[in-house]
Antibody, heavy 122, light 110 residues
Framework: EVQLVESGGGLVQSGGSLRLSCAAS????????INWVRQAPGKGLEWVSY????????YYADSVEGRFTISRDNTKNSVYLQMNSLRAEDTAVYYC???????????????WGRGTTVTVSS | QSVLTQPPSVSAAPGQEVTISCSGS????????VSWYQQLPGTAPKLLIY???NRPSGIPDRLSGSKSGTSATLGITGLQTGDEADYYC???????????FGTGTKVTVL
């Protein structure tokens, strides 16, 4: 079964750090790009960051640029999101998702994890 | 603040049809492909439509997608109670170098 499982969420104080993990199974992980998407309580979806299969290309949303770092370890079938200088507005459910499309123009997400919750207290 | 605009809500009776619009610009919808996602309450989003009008396996042909210029539309026919959910459009924005989601639309079955 193709699956993504997030972990690492929790309660952290404003200014603190957390590292989220996304573990993949059921597909050739090293062949796919992965991204993170978050959803604040009662709000819509917000794209956070993207990493290509070999980590050659990375993008971030302006809201997290300079504070969050995405990385991956293809030997462990995992993607990570290091979140520093956390703010109350970073409180959300964080989803990782597999990205498809032959180029960015065709970008879509076909497999999603169940999410991990990050709460930043002020 | 999303760059893709959707109506906050749409509703119809069981068996009827609803359409959800997604309005953008030349830097996103106008020059890139649109996908649509369904989010049932308390669950992760699910891909419904990719590359404007393609359905993944397992998605019924009651759902359809289209694109014209800088707008896209999701159509759902034969509405069922199980279709009650939030729906989001999404696409790459070439100016922002970011993926952007629509504001989301809540579908209610009357």
């Amino acid at each position: 079964e193709v699956q993504l499982v997030e972990s690492g969420g929790g309660l952290v104080q404003s200014g603190g750090s957390l590292r989220l993990s996304c573990a993949a199974s059921g597909f050739t992980f090293s062949a796919y790009s992965i991204n993170w998407v978050r959803q604040a309580p009662g709000k819509g979806l917000e794209w956070v960051s993207y990493i290509t299969s070999r980590s050659s290309t990375i993008y971030y949303a302006d809201s997290v640029e300079g504070r969050f770092t995405i990385s991956r370890d293809n030997t462990k079938n995992s993607v990570y999101l290091q979140m520093n200088s956390l703010r109350a507005e970073d409180t959300a459910v964080y989803y990782c998702a597999r990205v498809r499309g032959s180029s960015l123009s065709f970008y879509y997400m076909d497999v999603w994890g169940r999410g991990t919750t990050v709460t930043v207290s002020s | 603040q999303s760059v893709l605009t959707q109506p906050p809500s749409v509703s119809a009776a069981p068996g009827q049809e609803v359409t959800i619009s997604c309005s953008g610009s030349s830097s996103n919808i106008g020059n890139n492909y649109v996908s649509w996602y369904q989010q049932l309450p308390g669950t992760a989003p699910k891909l419904l439509i990719y590359e404007n009008n393609n359905r993944p396996s397992g998605i019924p042909d009651r759902l359809s997608g289209s694109k014209s210029g800088t707008s896209a539309t999701l159509g759902i026919t034969g509405l069922q109670t199980g279709d009650e959910a939030d729906y989001y459009c999404g696409t790459w924005d070439s100016s922002l170098s970011a993926y952007v989601f629509g504001t989301g639309t809540k579908v209610t079955v009357l």
